[in-house]
């Protein structure tokens, strides 16, 4: 009988924090601050950069999110929310251990929806 092991891409796991993220009412994925080489590189119609990066080392996984919270929500509610999310979705479709959920709300937004 031998071994055999499955590994699990970057991409999945930024998919699975994106997906759930997308999931929480009243938040986005902030927009990364993109830097000039960066700009030149993505001329292909590639995805805007998000704020969204995971972290692997070997079981361990840690992720870092910018968020922009919808205004008149709590803040620290929806922060503890997408921390709790993102880690059980995480750890229940793959198996890895999530260290850390690193949440930084990055700005606060009118619903949409709403007249400025």
Avoid: F, H, W
Avoid at 13 to 37: H, R, Y
Avoid at 51 to 61: F, I, P, Q, S, Y
């Amino acid at each position: 009988m031998s071994t055999s092991e499955v590994e699990i891409s970057k991409s999945v796991l930024l998919d699975i924090a994106a997906t759930t993220l997308e999931g929480i009412e009243g938040t986005e994925i902030s927009s990364a601050p993109i830097k000039v080489g960066e700009v030149l590189r993505n001329q292909q119609g590639a995805r805007k950069p998000r704020a969204l990066k995971v972290t692997r080392e070997g079981n361990d996984v840690t992720v870092d999110v910018g968020l922009n919270v919808d205004y008149g929500r709590n803040l620290v509610t929806v922060s503890q929310q997408a921390q709790r999310e993102v880690c059980e979705n995480i750890e229940l479709m793959t198996g890895l251990k999530v260290r850390a959920v690193n949440v930084t709300v990055q700005g606060v937004c009118l619903p949409k929806g709403s007249a400025a």
